[in-house]
């Protein structure tokens, strides 16, 4: 079984910056792709970015590609999403989850999500 917890987040101020991170635990020696998705209250979730297991690849959702940056520790599963400039439409629950590095694909095992909510 693998356990996906992440951290970071909180209650900031619109043009703020914040930094998420997701550490997955679980079956030893194996790296995962992983990725963020999103929640925002009375909405569908949504992929935010995904990163391969190597890290060389990546992907973001196109609403925050000029904003948001995923990266992974090397050889860890340990991924993290520098949030900047964030607004009001970023406030969600984010979620970690595996084994999905870009959109259109399913995931399979989730996090509980950490609260990001923007002030204006």
């Known amino acids: 079984q693998v356990q996906l917890v992440e951290s970071g987040g909180g209650l900031v101020k619109a043009g703020d910056s914040l930094r998420l991170s997701c550490t997955a635990s679980?079956?030893?020696?194996?790296?995962?792709?992983m990725g963020w998705f999103r929640q925002a209250p009375g909405k569908r979730r949504e992929f935010v970015g995904g990163?391969?297991?190597?890290?060389?690849?990546?992907e973001l959702a196109d609403s925050v590609k000029d904003r948001f940056i995923i990266s992974r520790d090397e050889a860890k599963n340990t991924i993290h999403l520098q949030m900047t400039n964030v607004g009001p439409g970023d406030t969600a629950r984010y979620y970690c989850?595996?084994?999905?590095?870009?959109?259109?694909?399913?995931?399979?095992?989730w996090g509980l999500g950490t609260l990001v909510t923007v002030s204006s």
């Open positions: 989850e595996i084994p999905c590095a870009t959109r259109g694909c399913d995931p399979t095992y």
């Open positions: 679980g079956r030893s020696g194996s790296l995962y792709n």
């Open positions: 990163i391969s297991k190597d890290g060389r690849n990546s």
